[in-house]
C-alpha cells in the first residue's frame, strides 16, 4: 500500500521557468513532509519541509505548497536550472516517529 | 560539521553470505535510521535506532537485523544473503528531541549480492 505517492516519474522544463513536482499521501496521520533531491551514487539532500499547520513554505527558489484537505503537495522551483536535474523524493512522517515514507520519486531534467 | 558518514561504500558478496553495514551519524544527532533503495520500490524504512534501542521497524525479514552503541553509531546486518537484497542501503541520522526535524542521509552503501 503506497501511502505516499508521487504519480509522474519524470519531468521536463526549460531553465528559467517553473518546475511544479506534486505529490499525494492517504495517511492523514501525517503532520509532517519533507522534500529531498537525489544526484546518482549519492544519498537524499534535504530541501524543505513544512509542517501540517502550515499550507505554505518557502526557501529560496523553493517553496512547498501543503494542501491538507486534499492530501497534496507541492514543491515549485523559480526558476528552474540545469543544477536542479536530479530525482526529488517526497516524505511524510507521522506524529512522534522518526520513520519517513518516501514516494517513488520525480526525474526533474532541466534544459539549457 | 561533518556529515553522516558510511562505510564501506560499495560491497560485492555472493548469496548466502552475510553482511555488515556501518553508519555514523552527525555529531549529537541520537537517532539512526535504515533505508533500501532499490529501483522498483524506492526508499523502504528498515528500522531506526534510539539511545540503542529499536523504536521502530519496518516490514523486512528477520534476516535485517541492527544496533546502535553508545557513541551513536550503528550497524546494520544482513544474513543470509539474497540476490534481491541488492541495493543501496541509505543511513540517516536526526536529533530526534520530539519535535519536527529533518533526517540527514548519508551516501550509502551499495550491495551487490551474485
Known amino acids: 500500500d503506497q501511502q505516499v505517492k508521487q504519480n509522474s516519474p519524470s519531468l521536463s522544463v526549460q531553465e528559467g521557468r517553473i518546475s511544479i513536482l506534486n505529490c499525494d499521501y492517504t495517511n492523514s496521520m501525517f503532520d509532517y513532509f519533507l522534500w529531498y533531491k537525489k544526484y546518482p551514487a549519492e544519498g537524499p539532500t534535504f530541501l524543505i519541509s513544512i509542517s501540517s499547520i502550515k499550507d505554505k513554505n518557502e526557501d529560496g527558489r523553493f517553496t512547498v505548497f501543503l494542501n491538507k484537505s486534499a492530501k497534496h503537495l507541492s514543491l515549485h522551483i523559480v526558476p528552474s536550472q540545469p543544477g536542479d536535474s536530479a530525482v526529488y523524493f517526497c516524505a511524510a512522517r507521522g506524529t512522534g516517529f522518526q520513520k519517513l515514507v518516501f514516494g517513488t520519486g520525480t526525474r526533474l531534467l532541466v534544459s539549457p | 560539521k561533518a556529515g553522516v558518514t558510511q562505510t564501506p561504500r560499495y560491497l560485492i558478496k555472493t548469496r548466502g553470505q552475510q553482511v555488515t553495514l556501518s553508519c555514523s551519524p552527525i555529531?549529537?544527532?541520537?537517532?539512526v535510521s535504515w533505508y533500501q533503495q532499490t529501483p522498483g520500490q524506492g526508499l523502504q524504512f528498515l528500522f531506526e535506532?534510539?539511545?540503542?534501542?529499536?523504536?521502530n521497524k519496518g516490514n523486512f525479514p528477520g534476516r535485517f537485523s541492527g544496533r546502535q552503541f553508545s557513541n551513536s553509531r550503528s550497524e546494520m546486518n544482513v544474513s543470509t544473503l539474497e540476490l534481491g537484497d541488492s541495493a543501496l542501503y541509505l543511513c540517516a541520522s536526526s536529533l530526534a528531541r520530539g519535535i519536527q526535524e529533518t533526517q540527514y542521509f548519508g551516501p550509502g552503501t551499495r550491495l551487490l549480492v551474485l
Open positions: 535506532y534510539f539511545s540503542e534501542t529499536q523504536r
Open positions: 555529531s549529537g544527532h541520537r537517532s
